[in-house]
T-cell receptor
Framework: AQKITQTQPGMFVQEKEAVTLDCTYD???????LFWYKQPSSGEMIFLIY??????QNATEGRYSLNFQKARKSANLVISASQLGDSAMYFC?????????????FGSGTRLSIRP | DTEVTQTPKHLVMGMTNKKSLKCEQHMGHRAMYWYKQKAKKPPELMFVYSYEKLSINESVPSRFSPECPNSSLLNLHLHALQPEDSALYLC?????????????????FGNGTRLTVT
């Protein structure tokens, strides 16, 4: 069974600072994908970044980067130069297996609050 | 703007009512999902459709009945719900065109339907 762990229920960060959100995962599959989503208080789930199990380089998307350490089974999200609009719930998620409709399961989330 | 559209945005229903949630996507995705999310919790998978066929049912009570009329539409029929079923219901879609590339396909979510059962 797959499992996603986010150990930080909440974080406070000063505006313009970088922040790292932790995520560890557990899977016995060789093929899997790791995703980060942002959920503002309005409720929509916004896809941020993806890392594949076979990708050798860490993924980057604008201010978001993913620190992927495969041997440690961690996929931490790094947000550079945080902004007030980054305040939201952040979920780490994993898709396991090659099925065209395999499950994506989510960690418990980290609530990030940016201080002005 | 989200490319997955869910209606209605809000729904209040009694325990004896029958209602339906609707989801539509025009991205050519062949996998569609229903998730349920309670306050301050992560989304929980309910159903997965692949090529209009139900492929995963996460032991969801029969008072929730999914339907996928075509590759663009996904419905969730609700009947005899309980107050504890009140939650945000999220629809999502993803690419499903290749079994060998599917694990890297993210979910694209709609804005959700906020359901209250009275």
């Amino acid at each position: 069974a797959q499992k996603i762990t986010q150990t930080q229920p909440g974080m406070f960060v000063q505006e313009k600072e970088a922040v790292t959100l932790d995520c560890t995962y557990d899977t016995s599959d060789q093929s899997y994908g790791l995703f980060w989503y942002k959920q503002p208080s309005s409720g929509e789930m916004i896809f941020l970044i993806y890392q594949g199990s076979y990708d050798e380089q860490n993924a980057t998307e604008g201010r978001y980067s993913l620190n992927f350490q495969k041997a440690r089974k961690s996929a931490n999200l790094v947000i550079s130069a945080s902004q007030l609009g980054d305040s939201a719930m952040y979920f780490c998620a994993m898709r396991e297996g090659r099925s065209s409709a395999s499950k994506i399961i989510f960690g418990s989330g980290t609530r990030l609050s940016i201080r002005p | 703007d989200t490319e997955v559209t869910q209606t209605p945005k809000h729904l209040v229903m009694g325990m004896t009512n029958k209602k339906s949630l609707k989801c539509e996507q025009h991205m050519g995705h062949r996998a569609m999902y229903w998730y349920k999310q309670k306050a301050k919790k992560p989304p929980e998978l309910m159903f997965v459709y692949s090529y209009e066929k139900l492929s995963i049912n996460e032991s969801v009570p029969s008072r929730f009945s999914p339907e996928c009329p075509n590759s663009s539409l996904l419905n969730l029929h609700l009947h005899a719900l309980q107050p504890e079923d009140s939650a945000l219901y999220l629809c999502a879609s993803s690419h499903g065109t290749s079994q060998f590339l599917s694990y890297n396909s993210p979910l694209h979510f709609g804005n959700g339907t906020r359901l209250t059962v009275t």
